[in-house]
């Protein structure tokens, strides 16, 4: 059996796994025994990469199948400053497992998205996971974290998703929440209100926020940098969820 690379960010961890991405995503998410339960949201590595801070060779030297020829789920080869040792050219496909199990795949985009003249809200998800409301674009909210931070702290990468704001996005004092889903929506106006071009370009919502998001609230996809490389993982639209990927679809909205 081939042995997988998995980059993890519910919790950040390197892990190598004889499962395949499907069945590692089930078996990630729903557990075995006293495992946690949860969604799941992991990069493919190239099984070849290595980095001299991974003892790789002493994590697949252990991922062996059991005696009874049943393959071995998980071998954790770090859960500590993973992405940072990581290469964007070593990083593969992106994979979303639901609380059931369902997983869906999506592939790196080409390039990143239009910018939007309107206010974004972002779950960091990977090394830190706080939530914040924002005047930047994507892009300009990476670089502002990493490479040309505003801040006395900056960060060597970032993973985060642009949740939906819905109305709020242009208008937060007056907008419509409509089905909007989360709990905190007049702690979110507030925090948006407070936004300013000039003067206060973010606005952390929850310092520590659950990583736990319902992924149909996923703006356009999600961003993936280490130094001043950004790339963009588009999230499939509804029509093409609905229509080739129902199962997941129905799983993720349950």
Partial sequence: MSVHLYFSLIPEAL????????QFGQYYATGHKFKSKGQAVFFEIDPSFRHEYFDIEGALARCKAKPDG??????????????????????GRLYLTTTNGATLELSRGSRLPEPEKELHMY??????NSMVV??????AYYADV??????????PGMCFVELELGPLALDPENGQEGDLPYSFLQHLREAL???RPETKENKLVHRVHSLVFPFRMVKNGFYLGIGGELVFYPMLTLDVLRKDHSNWWRSANL
């Fill in 15 to 22: 892990i190598a796994s004889m499962l395949p991405p499907e």
């Fill in 70 to 91: 049943s393959p071995k789920n998980s071998v954790y080869v770090s859960m500590y400053r993973v992405m940072e040792h990581l290469s964007l050219a070593a990083i």
């Fill in 123 to 128: 779950q960091d998800l990977t090394p830190i």
């Fill in 134 to 139: 924002s005047v930047l674009d994507p892009a």
């Fill in 146 to 155: 990493t490479v040309k931070p505003s801040h006395s702290f900056s960060f």
């Fill in 193 to 195: 209100m407070e936004l």
